[in-house]
Nanobody
């Protein structure tokens, strides 16, 4: 059974940094596009960004609100995708989810569908 587990969330001050991890179990993350999403209280889900499968080119795509501050990368040996977040703002607060979609030779795009989701990890940016 395909599982995704996020970790690394927590409380951080504005301007601080966090690194979230998304570990895959039961499948090879390298064959999947991985998307990162977040949901703030009372708001809809927002796509943060994505990374294409390694069989494609590991290219990344980011939402406008996080460009230049967030970076997505993967370590296939650890079957893990990372979301590094810098210059955090209070509006970055929310539950962060990773999601996976099998994808060979096709770059990830904003707005794509994902079939497999993790349980989420809470990020709170506050002084």
């Amino acid at each position: 059974q395909l599982q995704l587990v996020e970790s690394g969330g927590g409380l951080v001050q504005p301007g601080g940094s966090l690194r979230l991890s998304c570990v895959g179990a039961g499948f090879s993350l390298g064959d999947y596009s991985i998307g990162w999403f977040r949901q703030a209280p009372g708001k809809g889900r927002e796509e943060v960004g994505c990374i294409s499968s390694s069989s494609t080119d590991d290219s990344t795509n980011y939402g406008d609100s996080v460009k230049g501050r967030f970076t997505i990368s993967r370590d296939n040996h650890k079957n893990t995708v990372f979301l590094e977040m810098h210059s955090l703002k209070p509006e970055d607060t929310g539950i962060y989810y990773c999601a996976a979609q099998f994808s060979l030779y096709s770059p990830c795009v904003h707005g794509a569908q994902y079939d497999n989701w993790g349980q989420g990890t809470q990020v709170t940016v506050s002084s």
